[in-house]
C-alpha cells in the first residue's frame, strides 16, 4: 500500500517543535492496509470500512460514508484521521471539467490536474460537501501548499470556524471567544490506476499547538 504518513512539510512547525520539547511525545502505532500505510496515536480508535454499501463506488468515488475508506480519532478531544479515495476525473468533472476534456488526458501528476492552489481548493470543497451540517466552510491555507518533486503528492492545511453559541461560557471554560478546526492533508497520485488517495488530520486549533499537533503531523 501507498505510506501516507510522511513528514508535513507545510504549516508552523516551528509551534510544534516547541510544543515537543515541552511536552511529552504522543505514544504512536502503525496502521497498515492493503492500500496504505500510516501512523497515528495509539490511543485513537481505528475504524476501516469494507461493507459494500460504506466503500466509495469505483466510478463516483461515492459511498454511505463518502469517499471515506478510514476513520480514526479521539471522540472526546475532536480529533481525527480520516483516508479518503476517488477517482481523478470525477475529482474534474465535479470542478465544471468537460468528461471528453480529460478522456484520454494524462492526470498523472498534480501539475496535469491543475495549480496546486486549485486543487487543494476542490479537495477542500468535496471534503466540506461530504460532511453535511459541519458548520462554516474550510478555508485552504495558501503558504501550506507543497507539492513533491516528483509531483504526485500535493499537502496543505485548513482551518475553519466553529460557530459558538455562547463566547462568553466558552472564554470561562477555554480561555477564548472564537474555535477554529484545523486540518493537515496529503493526496497523492501515486497508485496510478485513475484514483487519488488523501489523508485528512484534524484537531482543534489549541491542540494543534500541544503535541497532538507533532502527532497528527506524523500521521
Not at 496510478?192 to 484537531?203: P, Q, R, T
Amino acid at each position: 500500500g501507498i505510506v501516507l504518513s510522511l513528514p508535513f512539510v507545510g504549516g508552523q512547525p516551528a509551534v510544534a517543535e516547541t510544543a515537543a520539547a515541552t511536552d511529552a511525545p504522543v505514544e504512536m502505532k502503525l496502521f497498515t492496509d492493503e492500500l496504505f500505510t500510516l501512523t497515528l496515536p495509539k490511543r485513537f480508535f481505528a475504524l476501516r470500512r469494507r461493507a459494500k454499501g460504506d466503500l466509495p463506488d469505483e466510478k463516483t468515488g461515492q459511498g454511505r460514508r463518502g469517499s471515506t475508506l478510514f476513520n480514526a480519532g479521539d471522540l472526546a478531544k475532536a480529533e481525527v484521521i480520516a483516508v479518503e479515495r476517488f477517482p481523478v476525473k470525477v475529482l474534474l468533472e465535479e470542478a465544471g471539467v468537460s468528461p471528453d476534456a480529460i478522456k484520454d488526458a494524462d492526470l498523472s501528476t498534480i501539475q496535469k490536474l491543475g495549480s496546486a492552489e486549485t486543487i487543494a481548493e476542490l479537495l477542500a470543497l468535496r471534503r466540506d460537501k461530504d460532511k453535511p451540517g459541519s458548520g462554516n466552510r474550510s478555508i485552504v491555507q495558501k503558504d501550506s501548499v507543497k507539492i513533491s518533486e516528483d509531483g504526485k503528492m500535493l499537502q496543505f492545511a485548513l482551518r475553519s470556524q466553529i460557530d459558538v453559541q455562547k463566547p462568553d461560557e466558552l472564554f470561562k471554560e477555554m480561555g477564548v471567544y472564537e474555535l477554529y478546526r484545523d486540518s493537515l492533508c496529503k493526496a497523492t497520485l501515486e497508485s496510478e490506476d485513475g484514483n487519488m488517495l488523501a489523508v485528512f488530520a484534524s484537531a482543534l486549533e489549541q491542540d494543534f499547538e500541544g503535541p497532538d499537533g507533532v502527532a497528527l503531523r506524523q500521521s
